[in-house]
């Protein structure tokens, strides 16, 4: 039987997703969590593990390197790739919201706002009426208007913290987001029985709270 392939992404949803696989009973070694390695193969369970960007996760996805992957449902929205999802992981709860200064003057013609999510950002903006100029950040988006490079934010909110250290308020909810588990779709035809049998398990603990015991 040929192995699984999973892209996961580093940090709290790689530890989430590694506690549910755990659950549904797939053995990995303690150390799994520790190493710093890029690729861990697992070979008591067939499976090789590829740790990537949260934003690279669904390209290795959609192209064949990985079988199946782990995502945000900020980055499939964003990205769009041609990728199949099937499991709502309910892990690693949070939010896409528009953020700003409290009581800024927003300009009124255009006005701007900064973000890691162009597509998202755009689409929500226009589906609102609102005409927009948006600026492309990687990293620290809450410093835009800080520095009056934007009146506005799109970002990522989890408990709210982040933006009241730098004194900004959210102004409006746009979606609410969880990992995902997705499958390439040649993939899911050529390893289904294997796939099938992964997502029923995580389904077991997803939606029943319990461990799968094998």
Partial sequence: MSSLTIAM???????EAADLLRQAGYRLPPEFDDSR????????????FILAKPMDVTTYVEH?????GIAGKDVMLE?????????????SACYLAVAGLPGAKITDVAPKVATK??????????????????????????????????????????T?????????????RICNITSR???????????????????ERLSLVVDGNEEVNL
């Fill in 117 to 158: 999510y162009p597509s998202v950002a755009s689409s929500y903006f226009r589906e609102q009426g609102e005409q927009v100029e948006i600026i492309k950040l990687n990293g620290s988006i809450e410093l835009a208007p800080l520095i009056g490079l934007a009146d506005r934010i799109v970002d990522i909110v989890s």
């Fill in 37 to 48: 390695k890029l690729i861990l193969d697992v070979p008591e369970e067939n499976i090789r």
């Fill in 9 to 15: 992404p580093k940090g709290r949803i790689f530890e």
């Fill in 79 to 91: 990205e769009e790739r041609d990728v199949y999802e099937v499991l709502d992981l309910k892990i």
């Fill in 64 to 68: 064949g390197v990985a079988d199946i």
């Fill in 181 to 199: 588990l997705i499958v390439n779709p040649v993939s899911y035809r050529m390893k289904d029985l294997q796939i099938d049998e992964l997502v």
């Fill in 160 to 172: 709210g913290r982040t933006l009241k250290e730098n004194g900004l308020v959210e102004l409006e």
